[in-house]
């Protein structure tokens, strides 16, 4: 459904992504994992509109959305999450809910200032749609509580509520469970399984090994901004140039 | 969505009952007078708590709207046009000037933004204070008509020549003001606001195009600023370029953070309880600077929400003790 097509990214001397290809297939968890600065959140945001590649493209189905904005590649059914959990945390739980739904509706001006029944009817669907999104996250009786009040893991699960609640096509997730102990991990990942069941595509970058291969159904691995390996689990455990990367050792030895 | 609680509703309501009364117990025509232009400064600084409390963007252009308002209504309503048509035609250009200079404006953000609006505004001023066949130069414009009588079949008409009737003028145009602003921020549609506000590139993420929320909220704030710079010209009858200096932005950005930013009762307890302050101060003379800079430095630190806020603080820890009691 999303195909990445030879991007590179230069940082002024620094190059983060190299060439990079590769695919995501409807209905699939695809990881991306590798070292730390290997580039993968840099990745996520060329995806995304964050960052504008030096070259390169990237597509959704066959539509070219490189150069795109963020808050235009979300319409097209991407959303996505940040590696340090981003939440509209001066607000309520619900209100960033309602916050990220927003593009769905017609909740404008004239609408908003008039409460035609254009409005009525789509702020209800709004606030269902918001509170449906909660109970799905377990999170539902924290409606009206405000951010800092929630725990690490509530927190972590909201960031990815919010980026589930206008149904996009395919999810992003950078590092969901980072800094979350054993239990609140397995959890989130029971969570993002259901996520995929439901019909949501996952690409998901992690540095948890033992999560991603009970979880992932492909694996891409990056070392300096490149693919050094690509598939099932069981193909990348027994990965020479994985392995030697993850030890350290000289890719290209 | 969130509905206040019992005794918030009957502390409105009587505000606004005494409101409606004022004209009985005011105690002086001066005293008077001081309360209208508080009512609308009201109107320009809850405009102001839109795009600087709400949206976090900090335009320090608001006089000069406010100053567009003001000239525009003057020069129209002395051309002959009835001030029920200048009013609305003086703050849609007001807005109008807003929406052209917001997206150069714009591409900056925080306090370049503040820098580039400030900038603005002082062009403004000098303009309004040396284009003498338009804005009459430094001396300005006197003899602005009051508002045009509204005919009432049988009974005659309502004018607007003496205090009380200037004043429910403006406190109806207040209450206008409290209830768009209200609808605005009480919706989705205002959340989006205070989302730019609070992390804009997640705002991003999530399919918000920040550039023209900001826009947005810059336009209306500036449509009501440049109203209540119309009703200033219509009711005091003559404007100069100090209606449109920056010195009367740092007025209403006192009155904003004094009264409580990204609340609608701040602006209006800043913009009314300030002004009223400074007059019973009078005996102090100039020491009373030093009064409000105290406070103004003590409020930022202490109680960066104001007086609204600091009350609302008040609020929550009684609440939380009573339910830890219970
Ligand atoms: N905006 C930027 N400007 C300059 N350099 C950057 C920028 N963003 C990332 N980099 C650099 O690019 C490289 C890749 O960073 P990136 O954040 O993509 O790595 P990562 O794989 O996500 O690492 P981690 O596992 O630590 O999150 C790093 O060397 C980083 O310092
Ligand atoms: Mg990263």
Redesign the interface.
Known sequence: MLSVKYLTKNFDGLVAVKELSFDIREGEILAIIGPNGAGKSTVFNLMTGTLAPTSGKVFIHEENITGLKPYQIVKKGVARTFQTTSLFDQLRVIDNMLIAYKWRTRLGFWNTLFHTPAWKSQHDQAARNALETLDFLGLADKALAFIPTLSQEEQKRLAIGIALVCKPKLLLLDEPTGGLIQEETERIALFIKKVRDQGTTVCIIEHKMQMIMGMADRIVVLNYGQKIAEGTPDEIKTNQAVIEAYLGGDVHA | ?ITKPLHTKLLYGFILLAALLLPLYVPDPYMFQVVIMSLIFAIAVLAMNLIIGFTGQASLAHAAFFGFGAYGVAIMTKAGISFWLALPAAASISALIGLIIGPPALRTRGSYFAIVTLAFGVIVWIVAGNWVQVTGGHNGIFGIPRPTPIPIPFIGAIEFFDQPAQYYLVLVFLLLTLF?MH??VY??????F??V???E??????????FTTKL?SFV?ANFFAGLAGGLYAAIIGAVSPSVAAHLLTFNFLIFLILGGMASLAGPVVGAFAIPILMELLQDLGHFRMLFFGVLLVATIIYFPRGFVGAVRQLNDKIAARRQAKS
């Open positions: 969505m768009i609808r605005i919706s989705i549609f205002g959340l989006t205070m989302a506000r609070n992390n590139p997640l705002a991003d993420a999530v399919g918000i195009n920040t947005i209306i």
